[in-house]
């Protein structure tokens, strides 16, 4: 094959070695150890020193752009806090979040066996971003009257004794735009609760100062967060298959720029010999 024939290789080929790099990770479930972020183990850490029947709340501020990084962290979280015997709580100030959070919550849920409205539930959504969570401070039970199911907050066996932010051990915001200042501002400095948030790897860099002044206990970064979670909880997901698909597509795209380069340079410096010059 000539250099002016791979110089014009078929666009259609490079989207077919791409399709390849993302989609055989995620059919065959290929693995890789994600390694470990002090923020990531801080979370983890943190649940785990919980006591059981203590409250883990999962906020889902988020909506299906996202869901590829952020569903993966959720479904982990959900997973360790079930598995600690804790009650975990799911809520939203988005309004897309309350039915993704409804469906990883309850699929988790129905692996692990665990009952809805005992071992977790759904508050689902209210508006207000800031209303609902200074409400939150003052009475749960009264910003959040039922759970998604439309099931009476007083009647739930979960929410027995949660009613401001005292009774929660610990909530987690996962959030794909700015919805974990307003938690920081508001409830943490208002009424001291403990938070941590799990962010899009895009977003990340804006709430690690956060971390140097205590105000998140940690932090969960993209992808890369998600499948870290999914390695400490021993239960690899789209998280850790989502981190080789990523990786695998990143070497391709590099290869093929370099592979490119090295093709153009050489076409060019041939292009300028004089005639007649041989090699």
Same mark, same amino acid.
């Given at each position: 094959?000539?250099?002016?024939?791979?110089?014009?290789?078929?666009?259609?080929?490079?989207?077919? $070695?791409?399709?390849?790099?993302?989609?055989?990770?995620?059919?065959?479930?290929?693995?890789?150890d994600?390694?470990?972020?002090?923020?990531?183990?801080?979370? %983890?850490?943190?649940?785990?020193?919980?006591?059981?029947?203590?409250? $883990?709340?999962i906020?889902?501020?988020?909506?299906?752009?996202s869901?590829?990084?952020?569903?993966?962290?959720?479904?982990?979280?959900?997973?360790?806090?079930?598995?600690?015997?804790?009650?975990?709580?799911?809520?939203?100030?988005?309004i897309?979040?309350?039915?993704?959070?409804?469906?990883?919550l309850?699929?988790?849920?129905?692996?692990?066996?665990?009952?809805?409205?005992?071992? %977790?539930?759904?508050?689902?959504?209210?508006?207000?971003?800031?209303?609902?969570?200074?409400?939150?401070?003052?009475?749960?039970?009264?910003?959040?009257?039922?759970?998604?199911?439309?099931?009476?907050?007083?009647?739930?066996?979960?929410?027995?004794?949660?009613?401001?932010?005292?009774?929660?051990?610990l909530?987690?915001?996962?959030?794909?735009?700015?919805?974990?200042?307003t938690?920081?501002?508001?409830?943490?400095?208002?009424?001291?609760?403990?938070?941590?948030?799990?962010?899009t790897?895009?977003?990340?860099?804006?709430?690690?100062?956060?971390?140097?002044?205590?105000?998140?206990?940690?932090?969960?970064n993209?992808?890369?967060?998600?499948?870290e %979670?999914?390695?400490?909880?021993?239960?690899p997901?789209?998280?850790?298959?989502?981190?080789?698909?990523?990786?695998?597509?990143?070497? $391709?795209?590099?290869?093929?720029?370099?592979?490119?380069?090295i093709?153009?340079?050489?076409?060019?410096?041939?292009?300028?010999?004089?005639?007649?010059?041989?090699?």
């Amino acid at each position: 094959m000539t250099l002016e024939r791979l110089l014009q290789i078929d666009r259609r080929i490079i989207f077919v $070695l791409m399709a390849l790099a993302v989609a055989i990770p995620l059919i065959t479930g290929i693995t890789f150890d994600p390694g470990q972020t002090p923020p990531t183990k801080a979370v %983890y850490d943190y649940i785990e020193g919980l006591k059981p029947g203590s409250v $883990l709340v999962i906020v889902f501020d988020y909506g299906p752009a996202s869901m590829p990084e952020l569903d993966p962290m959720a479904a982990a979280l959900i997973r360790h806090g079930l598995s600690r015997g804790l009650r975990v709580v799911g809520l939203t100030l988005d309004i897309q979040g309350a039915v993704l959070g409804d469906d990883v919550l309850n699929r988790v849920g129905r692996e692990m066996r665990k009952e809805s409205g005992v071992d %977790y539930v759904n508050l689902g959504y209210q508006p207000g971003y800031t209303a609902v969570i200074l409400g939150m401070g003052e009475d749960i039970g009264k910003v959040f009257q039922t759970d998604f199911a439309g099931r009476p907050y007083d009647e739930l066996r979960i929410t027995r004794g949660l009613r401001t932010f005292k009774d929660i051990g610990l909530i987690v915001d996962l959030a794909s735009s700015n919805t974990p200042t307003t938690w920081i501002a508001q409830a943490h400095e208002r009424y001291n609760a403990t938070l941590a948030t799990g962010v899009t790897a895009v977003m990340a860099t804006d709430y690690y100062p956060y971390l140097q002044t205590n105000q998140l206990i940690g932090l969960l970064n993209g992808m890369k967060g998600a499948a870290e %979670y999914e390695k400490l909880v021993n239960h690899p997901g789209l998280g850790m298959r989502g981190m080789v698909a990523q990786s695998i597509s990143q070497f $391709l795209i590099i290869a093929l720029v370099i592979f490119g380069n090295i093709v153009y340079f050489i076409s060019r410096r041939r292009q300028r010999r004089p005639p007649g010059t041989g090699g």
